[in-house]
């Protein structure tokens, strides 16, 4: 008899540490996915907004130089310059609700004032200077993002001394 109760308990400990396991992996598995799944979406955000700054810098460019040659206000490129900017702030408030990283906030937010002042260049030669510093501009948000928010790995120690 007091074999079976061993057997018994033994089977029923064998259990109850059998549930714990499989709890703690279920439990482990949930935090890795919301966390991938976090990690995806502020992958996504940021991999938006430079899409939209160059949609916005575009229309931006188009209208004021149409506007520098012509003289007049053309309606479709007023549309398309309006259009760009709401997609460009649209993907801008997605990426500050998702990250909290302050320097990739603030070059964005740089990076639409200084799409916005393209509009107020009056020269067609430094309005495409201008345009161009605003793509540089871009480029360095989408190296600055990468690093900062680990979405590509630091140069390793041999790869630095390999470049140098």
Same mark, same amino acid.
């Given at each position: ?26 439990? $482990? ?55 760009? $900017? ?27 004032? $200084? ?50």
């Amino acid at each position: 008899m007091r074999g079976q109760i061993v057997v018994v308990l033994g089977t029923l400990a064998g259990v109850v540490l059998a549930y714990l396991l499989q709890s703690l992996t279920a439990a $482990r598995q949930r935090r890795y996915d919301i966390a991938d799944r976090a990690r995806r979406e502020r992958l996504e955000a940021a991999a938006a907004l430079p899409a939209a700054l160059v949609g916005y810098r575009h229309a931006q460019i188009a209208r004021r130089m149409a506007q520098l040659r012509t003289g007049n206000r053309s309606e479709p490129l007023r549309n398309e310059v309006r259009s760009a $900017r709401a997609e460009a702030w649209s993907a801008l408030y997605r990426l500050d609700l998702l990250l909290d990283d302050r320097p990739v906030r603030d070059a964005a937010y740089e990076l639409m004032g $200084r799409i916005k002042e393209l509009k107020t260049i009056d020269d067609p030669v430094r309005l495409d200077d201008a345009g161009t510093e605003v793509h540089w501009g871009i480029q360095a948000f989408i190296k600055l993002a990468r690093t900062r928010l680990g979405f590509a790995d630091p140069p390793q120690v041999d790869q630095i001394s390999a470049t140098s």
